[in-house]
């Protein structure tokens, strides 16, 4: 198992790693925590509308990808997070932009998100 670290994403604000990436005997899998619409080189929180923390968070789950060798085609499955649930459209909006290979995935409204954003997706991508 291979920790998978971009400086071009958000560090780990808590005991866990921005991705893991699992050898197998032809290719990997790499596991990408939660992404948050957090700006990497300010650590800000990106925006106030869905739209637009839907576009960072989209964004650094890309940069974690390419730092492990896989890209937005590579993903096989999303779990995406909102903290409204009539969000969902205007969320699925900016996603369907980077997810165009349409992985499996789940959807689900928390009563709280970290930093109080209204976003986080993880990705589950295989690695060539």
């Known amino acids: 198992m291979k920790e998978i670290s971009t400086k071009n994403a958000p560090a780990a604000i808590g005991p866990y790693s921005q991705a893991k990436e699992v ?15 957090v700006i990497p080189a300010t650590g800000e929180v990106a925006g106030d509308t869905i739209e637009v923390q ?10 974690i990808l390419k730092a492990s060798g896989a890209d ?9 997070f909102l903290a409204d649930m009539k969000d969902f459209a205007a969320f699925n909006a900016v996603y369907e932009k980077y997810f165009i290979s349409r992985p499996a995935r789940s959807c689900v ?12 997706v993880e990705a589950i991508a295989e690695v060539q």
């Open 23 to 37: 050898a197998l005997p032809v290719h990997g899998i790499v596991f990408v925590s939660g992404q948050i619409p």
């Open 54 to 63: 839907a576009e960072q968070s989209c964004r650094n789950v890309g940069e």
């Open 72 to 80: 937005y085609k590579d993903v096989v499955k999303t779990v995406c």
């Open 109 to 120: 409204a928390v009563k709280e998100l970290p930093k109080g954003v209204l976003c986080e």
